[in-house]
């Protein structure tokens, strides 16, 4: 079992910044894909970013695009969510999701696009809540 540990959040104003940490114990993290997803509550998870293993490709979900940026540093283990103009929209429950992505795989068919749908993913941590207030 992957363990991923998330923290940085908590209140921050609108049109702030804020910057989540997801420090994964694991070996490499080079071979993982990484995403963050948020939930609000009574809503649905929600897509927030993604970054493929080889760190190329990075997508974004439509209402965070512009403003989120996500990174991964591979020698720190760890992924990062830089948010930047927040808005109370923002507000919910975190995420950090993780996925290995098999060498096989990755032998034969070469580069992994991020994935961006929740069942794609196998590990996740506990969550970080982040409150955006007016």
């Known amino acids: 079992q992957v363990q991923l540990v998330e923290s940085g959040g908590g209140l921050v104003q609108a049109g702030g910044s804020l910057r989540l940490s997801c420090v994964a114990a694991?070996?490499?993290?080079?071979?993982?894909?990484l995403a963050w997803f948020r939930q609000a509550p009574g809503k649905e998870r929600e897509f927030v970013a993604a970054v493929n293993w080889s760190g190329d490709l990075t997508y974004y979900g439509e209402s965070v695009k512009g403003r989120f940026t996500m990174s991964r540093e591979n020698d720190e283990k760890a992924v990062y969510l830089q948010m930047s103009d927040l808005k109370s929209e923002d507000t919910a429950v975190y995420y950090c999701a993780a996925v290995y992505i098999d060498p096989k795989m990755v032998a034969s068919v070469g580069q992994v696009r991020p994935y961006t749908q929740e069942k794609e993913y196998t590990y996740w941590g506990q969550g970080t809540q982040v409150t955006v207030s007016s």
């Open positions: 694991v070996s490499t993290l080079y071979t993982y894909g």
